[in-house]
């Protein structure tokens, strides 16, 4: 299983990115997917989160900003950042894992129910 981020970039306060997570090697068809973001000296965050059945979560901090999306057929996850903040600089992440999962943001968020992931992509906001 691959995962490779893009999309990541510098922005000014209140502009927009848009993140893709492109999955190679097995097919996400009912597992679950996240984005994650790591600030230096700072734990890695949940951001947004699909669960199998395809309904989205999100991190309090991000709720009404971010979006999460997730293409079956081009086996792609995305994240549409809005209205951004400085506080949103940091290296963002996706991931995956086989399992299914139907749930909450208690455990969709939590980095240690994910086995694959990618590389990161940098969003830095000034």
């Known amino acids: 299983v691959q995962l490779v981020e893009s999309g990541g970039g510098s922005v000014q306060a209140g502009g927009s990115l848009r993140l893709s997570c492109a999955a190679s090697?097995?097919?996400?068809?009912?597992?679950?997917m996240g984005w994650f973001r790591q600030a230096p000296g700072r734990e890695r965050e949940g951001v947004a989160a699909v669960d199998s059945a395809g309904d989205t979560s999100y991190a309090d901090s991000v709720k009404g900003r971010f979006t999460i999306s997730k293409d079956n057929a081009k086996n792609t996850l995305y994240l549409q950042m809005n209205s951004l903040k400085p506080e949103d600089t940091a290296m963002y992440y996706c991931?995956?894992?086989?399992?299914?999962?139907?749930?909450?943001?208690?455990?969709?968020?939590?980095?240690?129910?994910?086995?694959?992931w990618g590389q990161g992509t940098q969003v830095t906001v000034s």
């Open positions: 991931a995956t894992d086989r399992r299914k999962y139907y749930g909450s943001w208690y455990l969709l968020g939590r980095p240690s129910e994910y086995t694959y």
């Open positions: 090697g097995y097919t996400c068809s009912n597992c679950y």
